[in-house]
């Protein structure tokens, strides 16, 4: 573990789980002082009916609702925009932002900018902002992103294709509400995507350089879930009792990278989103297995341990053996899951690698990964999960 000299820990001040906790989200609402709320979400959400109960839900508490529906699966700078000029002629003093990492990104974009004026852009690196977004209930609808606990949000900047890293203290939600039952009917693909998100996220914040003790059992924990219950959860969607144990696995790994953040996986699983448009889950799938093998020599007991937490038995086993058995089983998940294996049967191609690798450099995530790369090392990387 790093020697770190002060350490902080970032969470929403009240986080709800399990079955039938969105029905509170109308009145914390009013507890905040909230009288008209912006519900920020996506057109799928929309079109299933789940924007309207959610809806009908605040305004039994007594507060009004304006619905942008809108968020896109890797929101963007326009869709900020538009969100804020909405949130701004609706007369809205709160946000609740429904679904996913996009629909959260997106909301709490809104939220940052509404309380400090500007655009997303000037918001870009860490802590650029002067006050707390406006009041933030988060709403999650999937199980991996764990975007409604931290103080990430990833934007992409439409006009040069790259994702902007806002790691804020202020765009941290007020409440986070895990409710499973609003995730039963999620497609298998769109739950193995988010889960191995949480893996990732598990992962990359156990082998940190700004790990601590407090974010290693987070991490540690959500990985010894993950495996057991995120091919239930794939198989058969309403299982509720795996649904149950990836909201906590994820919110695990998600508070256990809002305080350590994460590593070369998302800095360049951001450049695929941002160039691609990729969905980002699948992109950290694919890529995590060949930075964990990059990592291995600055982190050899940590990956033995993630082999353990992971269920593999290493009796016998050299550390680097276990480290390495570890990543295997990573890879075999993947393939188990339907993840797909490299991203040249998506579309990518050979001639933007280069480019690709020199935005992962500078992204904000990179910063705390366990073995500094060069620009080549990082090249090698993408050639590897091409």
Same mark, same amino acid.
């Given at each position: 573990?790093?020697?770190?000299? !002060?350490?902080?820990?970032?969470? %929403?001040?009240?986080?709800?789980?399990? !079955?039938?906790?969105? /029905?509170?989200?109308?009145?914390?609402?009013?507890?905040?002082?909230?009288?008209?709320?912006?519900?920020?979400?996506?057109?799928?959400? /929309?079109?299933?009916?789940?924007?309207?109960?959610?809806?009908?839900?605040?305004?039994?508490?007594?507060?009004?609702?304006?619905?942008?529906?809108?968020?896109? %699966?890797?929101?963007?700078d326009k869709n900020v925009a538009d969100g804020l000029e909405f949130y701004f002629?609706?007369?809205?003093?709160?946000?609740?932002?429904?679904?996913?990492?996009?629909?959260? #990104?997106?909301g709490k974009g809104i939220g940052l900018v509404a309380a400090n004026g500007?655009?997303?852009? #000037?918001y870009e690196g860490i802590d650029k902002s002067a006050k707390p977004m406006v009041p933030t209930v988060a709403i999650n609808t999937t199980a991996g992103t764990g975007s409604e606990v931290t103080r990430f949000t990833i934007i992409t900047n439409t006009s040069i294709k790259v994702k902007m890293a806002i790691v804020d203290k202020h765009v941290t939600p007020t409440v986070s509400i895990n409710d499973p039952l609003l995730m039963v009917k999620m497609p298998p693909s769109l739950t193995a995507a988010t889960g191995m998100d949480a893996l990732t996220h598990a992962v990359e914040a156990y082998v940190s350089t700004a790990a601590?003790?407090?974010?290693?059992?987070?991490?540690? !924990?959500?990985?010894?879930?993950?495996?057991?219950?995120?091919?239930?959860?794939?198989?058969?969607?309403?299982?509720?009792?795996?649904?149950?144990?990836?909201?906590?696995?994820q919110s695990l790994a998600g508070m256990a990278f809002n305080n350590a953040s994460l590593g070369y996986v998302h800095a360049i699983a951001h450049q695929f989103g941002?160039?691609? /448009?990729?969905?980002?889950?699948?992109?950290?799938?694919?890529?995590? %297995?060949?930075?964990?093998?990059?990592?291995?020599?600055?982190q050899e007991q940590k990956f033995a341990d993630i082999a353990v937490a992971l269920g593999e038995n290493v009796e016998g086993l050299s550390v680097r053996e276990a480290a390495e058995k570890g990543i295997r089983k990573i890879e075999q998940m993947s393939k188990d899951l339907g993840i797909p294996v490299g991203f040249k049967g998506m579309g990518a191609k050979e001639e933007d690698i280069p480019t690709l690798a020199? /935005?992962?450099?500078? #992204?904000?995530?990179?910063?705390?990964?366990?073995?500094?790369?060069?620009? !080549?090392?990082?090249?090698?990387?993408?050639?590897g999960a091409l």
């Amino acid at each position: 573990m790093a020697i770190i000299s !002060q350490s902080a820990f970032f969470n %929403p001040s009240v986080n709800l789980f399990g !079955q039938g906790t969105v /029905n509170e989200v109308g009145t914390r609402l009013a507890g905040l002082g909230v009288t008209k709320a912006l519900l920020v979400s996506d057109e799928g959400l /929309n079109a299933l009916g789940v924007v309207d109960q959610v809806a009908g839900i605040i305004r039994e508490a007594g507060v009004e609702v304006a619905i942008f529906a809108k968020a896109e %699966p890797n929101p963007t700078d326009k869709n900020v925009a538009d969100g804020l000029e909405f949130y701004f002629a609706e007369n809205c003093n709160g946000i609740v932002t429904l679904g996913g990492g996009s629909s959260h #990104d997106c909301g709490k974009g809104i939220g940052l900018v509404a309380a400090n004026g500007g655009t997303i852009h #000037d918001y870009e690196g860490i802590d650029k902002s002067a006050k707390p977004m406006v009041p933030t209930v988060a709403i999650n609808t999937t199980a991996g992103t764990g975007s409604e606990v931290t103080r990430f949000t990833i934007i992409t900047n439409t006009s040069i294709k790259v994702k902007m890293a806002i790691v804020d203290k202020h765009v941290t939600p007020t409440v986070s509400i895990n409710d499973p039952l609003l995730m039963v009917k999620m497609p298998p693909s769109l739950t193995a995507a988010t889960g191995m998100d949480a893996l990732t996220h598990a992962v990359e914040a156990y082998v940190s350089t700004a790990a601590t003790p407090i974010t290693d059992a987070l991490a540690i !924990q959500a990985i010894k879930i993950i495996p057991e219950f995120l091919p239930k959860a794939v198989a058969n969607g309403e299982d509720i009792e795996a649904r149950e144990m990836m909201v906590f696995a994820q919110s695990l790994a998600g508070m256990a990278f809002n305080n350590a953040s994460l590593g070369y996986v998302h800095a360049i699983a951001h450049q695929f989103g941002g160039f691609y /448009n990729y969905p980002h889950g699948v992109c950290n799938a694919i890529l995590l %297995p060949h930075v964990c093998k990059f990592n291995l020599i600055s982190q050899e007991q940590k990956f033995a341990d993630i082999a353990v937490a992971l269920g593999e038995n290493v009796e016998g086993l050299s550390v680097r053996e276990a480290a390495e058995k570890g990543i295997r089983k990573i890879e075999q998940m993947s393939k188990d899951l339907g993840i797909p294996v490299g991203f040249k049967g998506m579309g990518a191609k050979e001639e933007d690698i280069p480019t690709l690798a020199e /935005n992962a450099m500078k #992204d904000a995530c990179a910063a705390t990964n366990p073995r500094k790369a060069k620009l !080549q090392e990082i090249i090698g990387i993408i050639q590897g999960a091409l």
